[in-house]
């Protein structure tokens, strides 16, 4: 029997417009992952090297404190005794110095570890993003280029693990007589009902591609023929 097809449609256009711009959003929230990413590893060097900018001060802080120390066992000197004072200044002045180095320290692990929160989330996004351009807004099944790639690592994991691997091709008829008669609207309403119809019978795992405007293929790994066709 001769097939009839629907053509594009202002409908195929808009998705093709929408898989691309999800596609952009996608690729911009990984970019901005890896820069956020980058400026929490620059943060936690600058945080260590003030970390190490601190216990310097901390240990001149005390070397100033024992030379103050011993001089004030020198008890007939009074020059001696001005030189100890001046010395445990100093020695507070570096401590509150490397107080101020830990705070800064600490903030900037603060923000990086912010940073790396805003970076996975950036990332979830970008997945769902990429999950959504790969989907057919109209019936839920994967798209023909995204489709066809899982297809094939399906059938290489098949071969690797020596399982079955099988497939079915679903044709809607008429589909351009319907959209001619009844409208589009129609016609993508029994698209969706093809799609539900099929999902009711595939297992969560199972692949559900639209190959064409009237054409889906469904791919169940690891099932007997038997069970595939009854669930066809």
Do not use: W
């Not at 970019?31 to 600058?46: L, N």
């Amino acid at each position: 029997m001769r097939k009839s097809r629907g053509g594009p449609g202002e409908g195929s256009v808009t998705h093709a417009r929408t898989t691309a711009a999800r596609a952009d959003t996608a690729r911009e929230r990984d970019d901005t992952g890896d820069v956020r990413e980058t400026t929490a590893g620059q943060r936690d060097e600058a945080a260590s090297e003030r970390d190490e900018l601190a216990a310097g001060r901390d240990r001149a802080a005390e070397l100033a404190d024992d030379e103050a120390q011993e001089l004030d066992l020198r008890e007939d000197l009074e020059d001696e005794h001005l030189a100890a004072r001046e010395l445990r200044a100093r020695a507070a002045a570096g401590r509150a110095r490397a107080t101020e180095d830990r705070t800064r320290a600490a903030a900037h692990r603060e923000m990086a570890a912010e940073d790396r929160e805003q970076s996975a989330q950036d990332r979830q996004l970008a997945a769902r993003d990429r999950d959504l351009a790969a989907t057919d807004e109209l019936t839920g099944a994967r798209r023909r280029g995204a489709g066809l790639e899982e297809l094939r690592h399906e059938m290489d994991r098949a071969r690797r693990s020596g399982t079955t691997l099988t497939g079915a091709y679903v044709d809607v008829d008429d589909l351009k007589a319907l959209n001619d008669r009844e409208s589009h609207r129609a016609g993508d309403q029994r698209l969706r009902d093809v799609a539900e119809a099929l999902r009711r019978h595939m297992r969560s795992y199972d692949l559900l591609v639209r190959v064409g405007g009237d054409e889906f293929v469904c791919i169940l790994p690891d099932i007997s023929m038997d069970d595939a066709c009854g669930r066809f």
